[in-house]
């Protein structure tokens, strides 16, 4: 088990273990991880291809269960929540945001960044859903579709909507894996600006440049938390990520 620790945890995993398969097929995706993301802090999480970045992130947002270990967003266990707690967990207290976007394409920018406030049963307020909208950049683009809207501006929509709950937590992952690198540049500059404000964020990337933006930075190695870094940059970031590849 690897133990990293920080105080005032927005995130907590205390020895968590997901496994895939069975038998000699079984994979140990997450590996007795302990780990705390601090509360008002950017966390980014790298490692080599299939060193279980995305599986932590899953666990930690409860978007999969773990096979052992325990799960806290804030002080609050979910480990063993039941799925209709979890609905409400992610829907009031976490948001994601992918690296496909996931909008939906019949809806304009306003109704998409409305939409988990409606799944939660509220009647959504125009006027915030559209401070939301301007908060990223987007205040003339709320009547356009997914479609009328570059990447960039689609990735935005889709922090927009995960925002639009104030969550406790916004998790991403790769969430500029499908930009290119202007409209990368603008993401990270959002989600820096809502880091300095005091949001916790957890993010998955694979780029060391989207990494060194971040707080700290976590890395993972067949499913263990292997090092941390804080305050590095880009280069430091790439060089230790190239030591626990080899």
Known sequence: MTTMTMTGAAVTLQDITRVY?????????????????????????????????????????????VDSGRVLIGDTDITAAGDSQLTALRRTRIGFVFQSFNLIGSLTAEQNVALPLRLAGQRP???????????????????????????????????????????????????????????????????????????????????????????????????RAVDRLTGASTHAVADRLAAWER
């Open 125 to 223: 307020s125009r006027a915030d859903v559209r401070a939301t909208l301007a908060a990223v950049g987007l205040a003339d683009r709320v009547r356009h579709r997914p479609r009328e809207l570059s990447g960039g501006q689609q990735q935005r929509v889709a922090i927009a909507r995960a925002m639009v709950t104030r969550p406790e937590v916004l998790f991403a992952d790769e969430p500029t894996g499908a930009l290119d690198s202007s409209a990368a540049r603008t993401v990270l500059d959002l989600m820096r600006a809502m880091a300095d404000a005091g949001q916790s964020i957890v993010m998955v990337t694979h780029d060391p440049g989207a990494a060194a933006r971040a707080d700290s930075v976590v890395f993972l190695r067949d499913g």
């Open 21 to 65: 398969g069975r038998g000699q097929a079984a994979v140990r995706a997450v590996d007795g991880v302990t780990l705390d993301f601090p509360r008002g802090s950017w966390t980014a999480v790298m490692g080599p291809s299939g060193s279980g970045k995305s599986t932590l992130l899953h666990c930690a947002a409860g978007l999969e269960r």
